[in-house]
């Protein structure tokens, strides 16, 4: 299966754009990269995905690089609501999604 | 919108015991999934389904039974509580295969300990 790999945890000050990196190397052609977060212990929560072009919604912005090996989740505006783990996928086990450790972002006023 | 609802949120088992975590889905989606996550660690797989009457092992599937007699509703049976099952429990859905672009779909959690 190909890994994903993030950093542990990333510090955002309040108001600021947070930018989270994720490496995954080997991913195959015809996979997603999908962005979750979950907010202490809730249900994991949808962020964005893509495939090839960079994506934008309400939440945040996608940019995966030419080559699809490394991908960066961008929030514009951080708040304190935004502090959580986020998570990058970009394998399915089977049928199915990979959840790694994932990164804590703290989003510090 | 109801989405994705587990029950119970939290419960509490002797060792030996034996319980359901209900799930159910109004989204009418064909894939359901199981899985548990223990603290400070990412969610491992349990169980999952492509569909009614469809049912296949995850990762971590040691320990826990499960059944798909609907479209809406995936239940995960405990036999024999041990300890090392606790842990908080996620159901979650999504339409299609999770890596054709469709995204999934969670539960708020069910928080399980076992004494």
């Known amino acids: 299966d190909a890994k994903t790999t993030q950093p542990t945890s990333m510090d955002c000050a309040e108001g600021r754009a947070a930018n989270l990196p994720c490496n995954h190397s080997?991913?195959?052609?015809?996979?997603?990269v999908y962005w979750y977060r979950q907010i202490h212990s809730q249900g994991p929560q949808y962020i964005i995905h893509g495939l090839k072009n960079n994506e934008t919604n309400e939440m945040a912005s996608l940019i995966i690089t030419e080559d699809r090996k490394s991908s960066t989740l961008i929030l514009p505006h951080a708040t304190l609501r935004d502090t959580a783990v986020y998570y990058c996928i970009v394998r399915t086990y089977g049928q199915n999604f990979v959840f790694g450790p994932g990164t804590r972002l703290s989003v510090l006023p | 919108n109801a989405g994705v609802t587990q029950t119970p949120k939290f419960r509490i088992l002797k060792i030996g015991q034996s319980m359901t975590l209900q799930c159910t889905q109004d989204?009418?989606?064909?894939?359901m999934y199981w899985y548990r996550q223990d603290p400070g660690m990412g969610l491992k797989l349990i169980y999952y389904?492509?569909?009614?009457?469809?049912?296949d092992k995850g990762e971590v599937p040691n320990g826990y039974n499960v059944s798909r007699s609907t479209t809406e509703d995936f239940p995960l049976r405990l036999e024999l509580a041990a300890p090392s099952q606790t842990s908080v429990y996620f159901c979650?859905?999504?339409?299609?295969?999770?890596?054709?672009?469709?995204?999934?779909?969670f539960g708020e959690g069910s928080w399980l300990t076992v004494v």
């Open positions: 080997t991913i195959s052609g015809n996979e997603y």
């Open positions: 989204m009418n989606h064909n894939y």
């Open positions: 389904s492509v569909g009614a009457g469809i049912t």
């Open positions: 979650a859905s999504s339409y299609d295969r999770a890596n054709s672009g469709n995204t999934i779909y």
